[in-house]
């Protein structure tokens, strides 16, 4: 069975490939015309562990780097997991 540190990092790991790509396929989809992923869909992979991979997804695509709420919004959402991952890390 897999401890629990490992099962959180494929966990990180994937919510961050999952960011990054939405990223890019809502960027493909807007040049393209097709339906797009909703706004609060990007947001919710990001709180949901995947804000690194989104935040980097931004500025690699280039896509909503003109929204002032994923601007602000996404940083936010990282620093606040980054915080809560070091106080349970070394304060926990």
């Not at 999952?18 to 015309?33: E, S, T």
């Amino acid at each position: 069975m897999l401890q629990l540190g490992y099962c959180i990092t494929i966990y990180l790991a994937f919510m961050n490939l999952a960011g990054f790509f939405a990223m890019g396929l809502d960027k493909w989809k807007a040049k393209h015309k097709k339906w797009r992923i909703p706004e609060k869909t990007l947001f919710g992979i990001a709180i949901a562990g995947g804000s690194l991979g989104a935040w980097a997804g931004m500025y690699a695509f280039r896509h909503k780097t003109r929204h002032w709420q994923f601007v602000l919004g996404i940083p936010i959402i990282l620093a606040v997991q980054a915080a809560a991952a070091w106080l349970l890390t070394f304060r926990g």
